[in-house]
């Protein structure tokens, strides 16, 4: 089974606040007590006190250690004011208060604390606890100076172990309030996170357990050897002391070694567990995943840069999720645009589907058209969306082209004019019917080396057109200037094909008027209507192009059917054309015969090579051709 203090070590800094802090370095401050046992004993096996003054140094100790507890919790009190006020306001449920200054102050104190404890608890147990100790007893009890110095190596080794120990368990204890403590900022978190690093750690460690060797077995051995040479005991009860305090004092060593490499791989092993697990959530796909800032040394600051490594992939998606959305749907108005383009050919009514188009595609607060007029002085406006776009069509609003706005500069310089802001921006016209517009682009519409006018869109939202959004529109302007360049010529196209309609109409008007003249009755009946008989008439025209040249009459005596009057319809649009043929062809047989009559009488002319030769052939000829009574050619050099 794990043991985990975390969740209760949570619910007492909950319950406690700021006074987690001075509790937790009381509480480490137990091991001064189990240190203080160990130094006694080892003490009493060097310097051999008396009964008196072993109960003297136990009393003494007894008053000794609480006031060094005291001191210590003061201490942490009062060198850590900003972590203490930044949990006492978390216990309460209060906001913290946000500020680089106070959050690096709050995070410096709780990291560097287990290392400013190591040296504070030392010079405390050595200067304000041993010291004293032995001053007392060397000058009231008679100890004496090898007893002294015994007592020093004593207070030494205590003071070594007790704060190396209690430096790892203050450590451990300050786990949650990191968690609690940790800046927003990453920098900060780096800046403090290894005060006391995992090299130091191991260091101090193997020096404190050297240096306690060295202090526990060098003055039992010189004991033992002053005794020895001294006469004052047999060498096999100096060798069985020996043994039992040697046996003693490296058992005192191995369970401190222990201890302290249980508790180094505690600090490294707890956060780590914690680091792979987090990189394995991550590896699925979980990029909320955080592992907790917990240790104060080089794990903890791998733990910062994976935190800040996941927050970055995390944001990174939600950023590539969003350009995702936002290209689609940009692809989307694209499409409903080129939709629009191929589908309408009226320029009128493109316009109006186009600027409403892009506007509800694209969220803008607004979208016009302008386009050139004929001078190529003024852009018009052709169409707006909202009731602004009503207004200004209304009162014919055009814009200067050499003018400071920003249509006329991207019509003049043929190329997209931004305002990101448009706050205090002088260049842009300021429309009053437009007060919410915070950003606004314009974007020439070119066909070829030709600008027609520009597109115009305005958003409430400050910087809202990106550079992928100024390429997007800019590629839908050149496909709208495209659109309205194909309009105008399909309107032109159009309306010439209507000119032709109306001259070949105009045509057929005069020239089958000109037949009829020539021949009034060109009529034609067939049967003969009895006078008892019930009149069912119909009558079709004969058209030919739009234009009627005639029209057919028929009577019965039942009622024409649908399939009938089809019928007559087709055999009159046919007889129709049959006419017009006959028409053309008889032009043709007429030109041809005028042309051969022209030609021969032009080959007699060109016959004759004298003025009386050719006057005479001329008039003859014609005159024979025409059937005239009389032809005169007169030369008169007036």
Same mark, same amino acid.
């Given at each position: 089974m794990k043991f985990d203090l975390t969740p209760f070590l949570q619910n007492a800094l909950k319950r406690l606040g700021g006074w987690y802090l001075p509790a937790a370095v009381l509480a480490v401050q137990l091991i001064a007590f189990l240190s203080t046992a160990v130094a006694t004993y080892l003490v009493q096996n060097n310097a051999r006190f008396s009964a008196d003054q072993i109960a003297m140094t136990i009393r003494i100790t007894w008053v000794l250690v609480p006031i060094g507890n005291v001191i210590m919790a003061s201490w942490a009190y009062y060198t850590s004011q900003n972590a203490f006020l930044r949990l006492n306001l978390w216990s309460q449920g209060r906001p913290l208060p946000s500020g680089e200054k106070t959050e690096s102050a709050a995070w410096r104190e709780v990291n560097s604390l287990p290392l400013r404890f190591i040296l504070t608890t030392f010079l405390v147990a050595l200067i304000g606890e041993t010291i004293p100790l032995l001053v007392f007893l060397y000058f009231y009890h008679g100890i004496t100076a090898e007893q002294f110095q015994y007592g020093i190596m004593g207070g030494l080794v205590a003071s070594f172990g007790g704060s190396a120990l209690a430096s790892?368990?203050?450590?451990?204890?300050?786990?949650?309030v990191r968690k609690v403590l940790l800046p927003d900022a990453i920098e900060v978190q780096l800046k403090y996170v290894s005060s006391f690093g995992l090299s130091n750690k191991i260091i101090g460690s193997a020096v404190t357990l050297i240096v306690i060797g060295i202090l526990v077995m060098g003055p039992i051995g010189y004991h033992h050897v002053i005794q020895a040479t001294s006469g004052g005991a047999s060498g096999a009860e100096v060798v069985n002391s020996f043994r039992v305090e040697a046996i003693a004092a490296s058992f005192i060593n191995l369970v401190l070694g222990?201890?302290?490499?249980?508790?180094?791989l505690r600090t490294l092993l707890t956060p780590m567990r914690n680091l792979i697990q987090a990189m394995q959530a991550l590896e699925q796909g979980n990029l909320t995943k955080r592992v907790d800032v917990i240790a104060s040394d080089e794990i903890g600051e791998v733990s910062i840069y994976f935190n800040h490594m996941a927050r970055r992939l995390n944001v990174l998606q939600d950023t590539l999720e969003t350009q995702v959305k936002e290209r689609t749907a940009q692809l989307r108005a694209t499409v409903q645009v080129s939709r629009a383009i191929s589908a309408i050919l009226d320029a009128d009514e493109l316009t109006e589907r186009l600027v409403n188009l892009i506007a509800e595609e694209f969220g803008y607060y607004y979208v016009a058209l302008f386009l050139l007029d004929p001078s190529e002085h003024w852009a018009e406006l052709r169409n707006a969306t909202g009731d602004a776009g009503r207004v200004l069509r209304e009162n014919k609003h055009r814009l200067?082209?050499? =003018?400071?706005?920003?249509?006329?500069?991207?019509? +003049?310089?043929?190329?997209?004019?931004?305002?990101?802001?448009?706050? =205090?921006?002088?260049?842009?016209?300021?429309?009053?019917?437009?007060?919410?517009?915070?950003?606004?682009?314009?974007?020439?519409?070119?066909? =070829?080396? +030709?600008?027609?006018?520009?597109?115009?869109?305005?958003?409430?939202?400050?910087?809202?057109?990106?550079?992928?959004?100024?390429?997007?529109?800019?590629?839908?302007?050149?496909?709208?200037?495209?659109?309205?360049?194909?309009?105008?010529?399909?309107?032109?196209?159009?309306?010439?094909? +209507?000119?032709?309609?109306?001259?070949?109409?105009?045509y057929l008007l005069n020239t089958w008027k000109r037949v009829?003249?020539?021949?009034?009755?060109?009529?034609?009946?067939? =049967?003969?209507?009895?006078?008892?008989?019930?009149? +069912?008439?119909?009558?079709?025209?004969?058209?030919?192009?739009?234009?009627?040249?005639?029209?057919?009459?028929?009577?019965?005596?039942?009622?024409?059917?649908?399939?009938e009057r089809s019928m007559i319809e087709a055999i009159a649009s046919q007889a129709a054309l049959a006419l017009e043929n006959a028409r053309l062809v008889e032009d043709s047989q007429s030109t041809a015969r005028r042309e051969r009559m022209v030609a021969e009488i032009t080959s007699k002319i060109w016959s004759s090579s004298t003025i009386d030769g050719i006057m005479q052939t001329a008039a003859r000829e014609m005159g024979r051709a025409l059937d005239t009574d009389e032809v005169t050619i007169e030369l008169k050099a007036d």
């Open positions: 790892h368990i203050l450590d451990y204890l300050m786990r949650p222990l201890v302290l490499s249980i508790l180094i200067e082209v050499d =003018g400071k706005n920003m249509v006329g500069t991207a019509i +003049r310089e043929h190329q997209p004019q931004v305002v990101m802001d448009t706050v =205090g921006n002088h260049v842009r016209f300021d429309n009053p019917l437009l007060p919410y517009t915070r950003s606004e682009i314009a974007l020439p519409l070119i066909v =070829g080396d +030709r600008v027609l006018g520009a597109l115009d869109a305005q958003s409430t939202k400050e910087s809202a057109f990106g550079e992928e959004d100024i390429e997007t529109l800019q590629t839908m302007a050149n496909q709208i200037a495209i659109a309205l360049e194909n309009a105008r010529l399909f309107q032109e196209a159009q309306q010439n094909l +209507r000119d032709m309609h109306a001259i070949q109409q105009q009829t003249d020539e021949q009034p009755n060109l009529s034609y009946e067939n =049967g003969e209507l009895e006078p008892h008989e019930t009149v +069912r008439q119909i009558e079709i025209p004969l058209s030919l192009r739009d234009q009627i040249i005639g029209q057919i009459n028929l009577t019965g005596d039942n009622d024409w059917t649908p399939e």
